[in-house]
């Protein structure tokens, strides 16, 4: 049955056998990847956690913690980086892996002509001609210069080790399934992977459907042709709990900031900018976008880190008076201009866009909200967009500014190029003394909320949700649905 309100659709078969887990995932198109290296969808996420691993992870709890590494340590200044391996780990085809895949997989994220996107900062410091395997399980990785975050990098999602013979065509890693089949846009299989050394899943197989349409995925949550989906709109959290289902609610730091490109007129002008943040009311979108599953915000991300400054700085609120002066000082008092947004980009974003063209209307601003298809928001135009939305997992701060804030990020979809600011974050990322890091970091953050092309305007709480026949599902800070766990789903007997 559908949802009171919600279209019926029909929803992709799922081919559903009793070890089978299938997933609903939002968002998607024909460049969907399988890259570990190069993941940019929700749907591309999910599929990247199934097939490979990084060297440490984060826990539910977002604490760093080994996963196929024993552990990562730097020398007396943080030039060099020894990573050890734990012992006994297999790829999917049976073989060790070994030091010599991990100086393979650096090297391939480290090519400078092609860094992986949230190594790009890292990728002009390493000297990969100087680092050296030690054995078979240890291996030493040469840098130019400190760097003192490295661990924290390694820790993330989309660094996956392959093997030294990587070949997407035929993507091989260590993770809990392996691959079976993918078309992009639509949907890709997975086997479990019978010699994982974690936690073993309790499914034979687990099946990734794309869906850009928010009524689709929940009826076919609802119609039992998926077990879990991620980003439910807010307002149905209720209505699948009364027809069986199960919302999964987690504490994140995940952000759908919008998005000013500070190298655009009228937005070079810092005023512009600010006055876009005091335009928002943050509480209202918070209320009607998210449905209440959500924490104010004040343009600035990583609210986990321990330097985090977005409560010692004043909270940004609804002043249509301060905009309407700084619009006028900045002779942009009949401004009109164009939001671009997106189902892709996640739950409450078209929700929020909306209302964000309300409040201009306050301000004298006219805001033309133009929703596209996910495969062309981020599409070609990506990171072009003059005027946007988009969607951020949890990370610390300087992973984060290293993905979106620095000349070589690879998401600087607000053009930010402040000079004050990249040496502040460049000498912490070369900073070992941890309190000195901090004040840097808190230096950097306060130019962000003076003149940054962000307006975050909440931290959400995730909202996801499963079917009654699923347990096993936990909230998790880093990113939807158990972070995408999936090998620690067990299936509920049916009587």
């Keep these: 049955m559908a949802l009171p309100g919600v279209a019926a659709c029909s929803a992709p078969s799922s081919d ?10 939002t968002g998607g198109g024909l460049k969907d990847s399988l890259d570990p290296h190069f993941p940019v969808t929700i749907p591309d996420i999910a599929r990247v956690r199934q097939l490979y691993e990084s060297l440490y992870r984060f826990t539910p709890g977002y604490t760093i913690e080994p996963a196929l590494a024993e552990e990562i ?3 007396a200044d943080g030039s060099s980086w020894t990573i050890r391996l734990r012992d006994g780990v297999r ?5 060790t892996v070994h030091a010599e895949d991990v100086r393979a997989s650096l090297a391939r994220m480290l090519d400078p002509k092609n860094p992986a996107p949230f190594l790009s900062e890292l990728a002009p410091l390493a000297d990969l001609q100087s680092s050296r395997v030690m054995d ?8 130019e210069e400190p ?5 924290q990098m390694l820790a993330n999602y989309s660094v996956g080790i392959v093997p030294a013979d990587f070949d997407l065509a035929h993507p091989i890693g260590t993770g809990p399934f392996r691959f079976d089949m993918f078309v992009p846009g639509q949907r890709s299989r997975f086997l479990r992977n019978d010699d994982y050394w ?8 687990l099946v990734i459907l794309d869906f850009s349409d928010d009524a689709a995925k929940v009826n076919a949550l609802l119609a039992g042709q998926v077990q879990t989906i991620d980003n439910l709109p807010t307002y149905l959290a209720g209505a699948i709990e009364q027809q069986g289902s199960h919302t999964l609610v987690s504490e994140t730091g995940g952000w759908v900031p919008f998005t000013i490109r500070v190298d655009v007129k009228p937005f070079t002008d810092v005023r512009v900018r600010n006055a876009l943040r005091l335009i928002a009311d943050r509480a209202q979108m918070i209320d009607q976008a998210l449905g209440g599953y959500g924490r104010l915000a004040n343009d600035l991300y990583a609210p986990f880190d321990p330097a985090y400054i977005g409560g010692d700085v004043p909270q940004r609120e609804q002043d249509i008076d301060q905009a309407k002066s700084l619009l006028k000082a900045a002779g942009a008092e009949d401004l009109q201009i164009e939001l671009v947004t997106s189902t892709g ?8 866009a909306n209302l964000f063209a309300q409040h201009a209307r306050k301000a004298g601003v006219q805001v033309r909200v133009k929703k596209v298809d996910p495969s062309v928001f981020y599409g070609d135009q990506y990171l072009s967009w003059v005027f946007a939305q988009d969607f951020w997992n949890t990370r610390l701060y300087l992973p984060q500014a290293a993905s979106c804030a620095m000349p070589k990020s690879p998401y600087n979809e607000t053009h930010f190029a402040d000079e004050k600011y990249i040496g502040l974050v460049r000498a912490a990322f070369r900073e070992m003394d941890e309190e000195r890091r901090n004040t840097l970091v808190q230096d950097a953050q306060r130019i962000e909320y003076e003149s940054g092309g962000y307006l975050i305007w909440a931290f959400q709480n995730q909202v996801d949700a499963y079917g009654p026949f699923i347990t096993g599902v936990e909230p998790a800070r880093e990113q939807p649905v158990s972070a995408f766990r999936f090998n620690t789903f067990r299936p509920v007997e049916r009587r």
């Design 16 to 25: 559903a056998v009793n070890s089978q887990l299938v997933h609903g995932a």
């Design 73 to 75: 340590t730097p020398d």
């Design 91 to 95: 790829f999917h085809d049976g073989r």
């Design 136 to 143: 078979a399980r240890t291996f030493r990785l040469a840098l």
């Design 147 to 151: 760097y003192a975050i490295l661990d």
């Design 198 to 205: 974690d936690q073993q899943a309790a499914f034979d197989e």
């Design 345 to 352: 980009v996640g739950t409450g974003s078209v929700e929020a």
